[in-house]
């Protein structure tokens, strides 16, 4: 009988092991396939702006601050993990990209993971792509340089902070030149590091050691207007303001690898359209503005 009891007691502990274990799978599963509730694809009004604290404009999370500090790489979001040069790329989609259902939508090497690439494709017809796959996870395989997509089969490409990772930017630009209807659009981001358009002077990588071939400069709007896009640098006004007043005191200082006094200095205000008012800057951290702008390239229609 103590053997019997012995045996019993281990067997309810083992069970009870086993259901706590699968219980924290399941939960862990649940929340990696939980979809990402995205705000809705319309402009920001001035009354969707919290008055204070951070607010992230894809999820319409809303807290005392982002985890990290000011800087294009941080100020994560702890719902949606976003962080500020996301939130201005997709603040700049709300903006500027009239919704449509039947929306056809490239994004190159999407750095956030599947809740939002499956919210992206509940709303749209939505494509990921990626070259390497070694830092993003996507859809399909594409090669920029040789996309396997039909002429004018696109209504918008977003692609961020890839095209300075790519040796031939021209091949880059006609590819998605081609596969744009008439009429598309494509926001592209990459760091605005300087004025002038130009190889690192050493050799440099990102985070997922991905080589870098072009630190670009407020030149490449002239480089995407010879590729024959109607193109439209996209900042905040902060920045603006301060290209009009040669303003290069930033409070959160000057990063190394930006060259903002001289982008500062030489940027023309006239190239400038201001798509962030101070408001949605500070509650979505868009910190040191500098930091934060966007290429809209349209194809023209005719």
Not at 135 to 163: C, E
Not at 245 to 266: C, L, Q
Request: glycine residues 6%.
């Amino acid at each position: 009988m103590p053997d019997a009891a012995v045996a019993r007691r281990r067997t309810v502990h083992y069970l009870r092991r086993a259901r706590a274990i699968l219980r924290s799978k399941l939960r862990g599963r649940v929340r990696w396939e939980r979809p990402l509730r995205l705000r809705p694809w319309q402009p920001v009004s001035s009354g969707d702006v919290p008055e204070r604290g951070a607010w992230c404009v894809l999820c319409d999370w809303r807290g005392e601050r982002f985890e990290g500090g000011f800087h294009s790489e941080s100020a994560a979001c702890p719902r949606c993990q976003s962080v500020a040069r996301d939130r201005f790329l997709y603040f700049c989609m709300f903006q500027r990209v009239p919704y449509r259902r039947d929306l056809r939508m490239l994004e190159t090497s999407p750095r956030l993971g599947r809740g939002y690439r499956s919210a992206m494709a509940r709303r749209v017809h939505y494509l990921a792509s990626d070259y390497d796959e070694r830092a993003h996870k996507a859809d399909i395989k594409l090669d920029l340089t040789r996309m396997a997509l039909p002429d004018a089969s696109l209504d918008l490409v977003l692609t961020a902070h890839v095209l300075e990772h790519v040796p031939d930017t021209g091949a880059v630009l006609s590819e998605l030149y081609r596969v744009l209807r008439p009429g598309g659009r494509m926001l592209i981001q990459v760091p605005l590091t300087q004025p002038v358009t130009a190889p690192p002077p050493e050799p440099e990588f990102h985070g997922d050691k991905t080589p870098v071939f072009w630190r670009f400069g407020l030149d490449f709007t002239q480089r995407l207007c010879k590729e024959g896009f109607a193109t439209t640098l996209l900042v905040t006004q902060d920045f603006r303001r301060r290209v009009v007043e040669r303003d290069t005191t930033w409070p959160e200082g000057i990063s190394g690898e930006f060259d903002a006094v001289a982008m500062v200095n030489s940027a023309d205000p006239a190239d400038l359209t201001v798509v962030a008012d101070d408001a949605v800057a500070a509650r979505g951290w868009l910190r040191p503005s500098y930091m934060h702008s966007v290429w809209e390239c349209v194809k023209p229609s005719g």
